[in-house]
């Protein structure tokens, strides 16, 4: 497994952008699959942006295509996502993930999880 430690959360305004890391201890490229996730009150943890470990396609929720970016510095061993034009729906805990095995990139698929970063955006 890897350990992984989120940071950069925080407070901003709608149309406001934000930018995650996760910083990762152990390789993260031997993980097959990393991502981001987020889970808002009452609400079940869904999948935000995700790609396969040192590969360049990435998937992004409808909900957030266009307005952010993942990435994946294998130098720094870090996990980045880049959150643009932020609306109040945005806000959630955050949390990066990496797993040995990806089929559909569910949750469920990921063994090792960060403790989480909060974003608020208020309108």
């Known amino acids: 497994q890897v350990r992984l430690v989120e940071s950069g959360g925080g407070s901003v305004q709608a149309g406001g952008s934000l930018r995650l890391s996760c910083a990762a201890s152990?390789?993260?490229?031997?993980?097959?699959?990393v991502g981001w996730f987020r889970q808002a009150p009452g609400k079940e943890r869904e999948r935000v942006a995700v790609?396969?470990?040192?590969?360049?396609?990435?998937y992004y929720a409808d909900s957030v295509k266009g307005r952010f970016t993942i990435s994946q510095d294998t130098v720094a061993n870090t996990l980045r996502l880049q959150m643009n034009s932020l609306k109040p729906e945005d806000t959630a805990m955050y949390y990066c993930?990496?797993?040995?095995?990806?089929?559909?990139?569910?949750?469920?698929?990921?063994?090792?999880w960060g403790q989480g970063t909060q974003v608020t955006v208020s309108s």
């Open positions: 152990g390789n993260i490229v031997s993980a097959k699959c």
């Open positions: 993930a990496a797993s040995s095995y990806c089929a559909t990139f569910a949750p469920t698929e990921f063994n090792s």
């Open positions: 790609k396969y470990s040192g590969g360049r396609f990435a």
